[in-house]
């Protein structure tokens, strides 16, 4: 989530509602300027008994962070706390249980993205070695409750955990429990945007299948792949979900407006600090009626901060966000903007990609959205057959626009090899949540502790 850390007085005020799409419009970038940005998220624990280490503990959160600006990350205060580093790799973040995240710098290849991860993940091991703190790459906890984990310092934190539950049963899981990888990616005009929006979305199912690794909940098999995904069908209705508008007949910046107006509101973000404004509505606040601040109008960057704070399977600010996978490990960090990359930065992948999704229903979308979390890879698809035998031609088309760019290292390789990751699970035949139910009832003996031993970087 966004980190903000001083007001932005000089911003201009909104004062009418055709400024609201101007964010989006100049996300709007030539393809030689596209850029990928990388995000990845890991659980962070104590080695010696594997708990969830507070912010202010010694050797917690905060010293981790601290001992981290020894390569270069310069350190993010909120409220006299440092609840972020920032750097020529990008930004260094919290999510509220203490998860610790990388938010990528805009790169050019998916060889310098894999790089920047590489760099990221020894940094991290390096101090975690040092401080008796580990890193694992899942996409929930496996074994912890809510009560176990700490909530960090950052007041839109406390403005979300308050609120969260009024609206759905299982937000705090998905605040205090999860770990995903994204990827941002750009467009060059509104077309544009409208066909990546709806390629991604309509194949968000499939990136949740490949990386589905979350089976577990407090110690035991939870019945679900990525139970993970399965949080956010009854996270905040009016915030998350498939977004069926984005398949309409004219759909575009204006409409996507409308759909963010629509979304309650979490914060303002006022001389340091986070106003609770939660339900409230940001069309209230265009009229100058928003309770939280009485006679005032919005200023741009209010606008942009209130766009973070929908969590749609894929989310459009000045960028298209995917947002349906797992965390997991080096590789598939590697993989999954790989695998989104070759599907919208060349043409003609993007319209193959486009000929197989365009016939689907939205009844069709949404079943296969509500399959997946439970079912994996063995998931009905849309038209026969299952979620894995689509995989497969899912990842001939991202292997053909990969292929496309002809984006070579000092080796002479391609992109192409940052898929093998998930070829391998589709051959395979099973998410890799199913290989993590395979060694606890194997090898491991039903003892989920050997998780921290066999998957952490």
């Given at each position: 989530?966004?980190?903000?850390?001083a007001?932005?007085s000089?911003?201009?005020?909104?004062?009418?509602?055709?400024?609201?799409?101007?964010?989006?419009?100049?996300?709007?970038?030539?393809?030689?300027?596209w850029?990928?940005?990388?995000?990845?998220?890991?659980f962070?624990?104590?080695?010696?008994?594997h708990?969830a280490?507070?912010?202010?503990?010694?050797?917690?959160?905060?010293?981790?962070?601290?001992?981290?600006?020894r390569?270069?990350?310069?350190?993010?205060i909120?409220g006299?706390?440092?609840?972020?580093?920032a750097?020529s790799?990008?930004?260094v973040?919290?999510?509220?249980?203490?998860?610790?995240e990388?938010?990528?710098?805009?790169?050019?290849?998916?060889?310098?993205?894999?790089?920047?991860?590489?760099?990221h993940?020894?940094?991290v091991?390096?101090?975690?070695?040092?401080?008796?703190?580990?890193?694992?790459?899942?996409?929930?906890?496996?074994?912890?409750?809510?009560?176990?984990?700490?909530?960090?310092?950052?007041?839109r934190y406390?403005i979300?955990l308050?609120h969260?539950?009024?609206?759905g049963s299982?937000?705090l899981?998905?605040?205090?429990?999860?770990?995903?990888?994204?990827?941002?990616?750009?467009?060059?005009?509104?077309?544009d945007?409208?066909q990546?929006?709806?390629?991604?979305?309509?194949?968000q199912?499939?990136?949740?299948?490949?990386?589905a690794s979350s089976?577990?909940?407090?110690g035991r098999?939870?019945?679900?792949?990525?139970?993970?995904s399965?949080?956010w069908t009854?996270?905040?209705?009016?915030?998350?979900?498939?977004?069926?508008?984005v398949?309409?007949q004219g759909?575009?910046?204006?409409?996507?407006?409308?759909y963010?107006?629509?979304v309650p509101?979490?914060?303002?973000?006022?001389?340091?600090?986070?106003?609770?404004?939660?339900?409230?509505?940001?069309?209230?606040?265009?009229?100058g009626?928003?309770p939280?601040?009485?006679?005032?109008?919005?200023?741009?960057s209010d606008?942009?901060?209130?766009?973070?704070?929908?969590?749609?399977?894929v989310?459009?600010?000045?960028f298209?966000e995917?947002?349906?996978?797992?965390?997991?490990?080096?590789?598939?960090?590697?993989?999954?903007?790989?695998l989104?990359?070759?599907?919208?930065?060349?043409?003609?992948?993007l319209?193959?990609?486009?000929?197989l999704v365009?016939?689907?229903s939205?009844?069709e979308?949404?079943?296969l959205?509500?399959?997946?979390?439970?079912e994996?890879?063995?998931?009905?698809?849309?038209?026969?057959g299952?979620?894995?035998?689509?995989?497969?031609?899912?990842?001939d088309i991202?292997?053909?626009?990969?292929?496309?760019?002809?984006?070579?290292?000092?080796?002479g390789d391609?992109?192409?090899?940052?898929?093998?990751?998930?070829?391998?699970?589709?051959?395979n035949?099973?998410?890799?949540?199913?290989?993590l139910?395979?060694?606890?009832?194997?090898?491991?003996?039903?003892d989920?502790s050997?998780?921290?031993?066999?998957?952490?970087?």
């Amino acid at each position: 989530m966004s980190t903000r850390t001083a007001s932005d007085s000089n911003d201009p005020i909104v004062e009418s509602r055709d400024q609201l799409a101007v964010p989006m419009i100049k996300g709007e970038k030539p393809k030689d300027r596209w850029r990928i940005g990388t995000e990845h998220e890991k659980f962070v624990y104590r080695t010696a008994d594997h708990r969830a280490p507070s912010y202010d503990e010694p050797g917690g959160i905060h010293d981790l962070l601290m001992a981290l600006t020894r390569f270069g990350w310069e350190p993010v205060i909120e409220g006299g706390k440092v609840i972020a580093l920032a750097g020529s790799d990008g930004t260094v973040s919290l999510e509220p249980a203490g998860q610790l995240e990388l938010s990528g710098a805009p790169l050019e290849n998916l060889h310098q993205t894999c790089a920047e991860t590489g760099r990221h993940l020894k940094q991290v091991k390096e101090v975690g070695a040092e401080l008796g703190l580990g890193f694992l790459g899942l996409g929930m906890w496996p074994d912890k409750t809510r009560a176990e984990l700490p909530i960090m310092p950052k007041g839109r934190y406390k403005i979300m955990l308050d609120h969260m539950p009024r609206v759905g049963s299982m937000g705090l899981d998905m605040m205090l429990r999860t770990c995903t990888i994204q990827t941002n990616l750009d467009y060059s005009s509104e077309a544009d945007m409208v066909q990546k929006f709806r390629v991604s979305l309509a194949l968000q199912p499939i990136a949740t299948a490949l990386f589905a690794s979350s089976p577990f909940t407090e110690g035991r098999p939870n019945g679900y792949m990525s139970y993970r995904s399965h949080i956010w069908t009854d996270t905040d209705p009016a915030r998350t979900g498939m977004l069926p508008f984005v398949f309409e007949q004219g759909f575009g910046y204006e409409r996507y407006v409308d759909y963010m107006l629509d979304v309650p509101m979490y914060f303002v973000f006022r001389d340091g600090k986070y106003i609770d404004a939660a339900g409230q509505s940001f069309r209230d606040f265009l009229k100058g009626e928003l309770p939280a601040l009485p006679g005032e109008k919005p200023r741009l960057s209010d606008w942009n901060d209130h766009l973070s704070t929908a969590f749609p399977e894929v989310r459009l600010k000045s960028f298209l966000e995917m947002r349906g996978a797992d965390g997991g490990p080096w590789n598939r960090i590697c993989a999954l903007p790989a695998l989104w990359v070759g599907l919208l930065y060349d043409q003609a992948a993007l319209d193959a990609a486009w000929d197989l999704v365009k016939g689907w229903s939205i009844e069709e979308q949404q079943t296969l959205r509500d399959a997946v979390p439970s079912e994996g890879l063995d998931a009905p698809a849309p038209g026969g057959g299952t979620v894995g035998e689509l995989a497969h031609r899912v990842l001939d088309i991202a292997a053909a626009g990969l292929a496309a760019r002809g984006e070579v290292n000092s080796m002479g390789d391609n992109e192409v090899g940052f898929l093998e990751a998930l070829r391998r699970i589709a051959k395979n035949g099973k998410s890799p949540a199913h290989d993590l139910l395979d060694q606890y009832e194997g090898a491991w003996g039903g003892d989920l502790s050997k998780i921290y031993d066999e998957l952490s970087f």
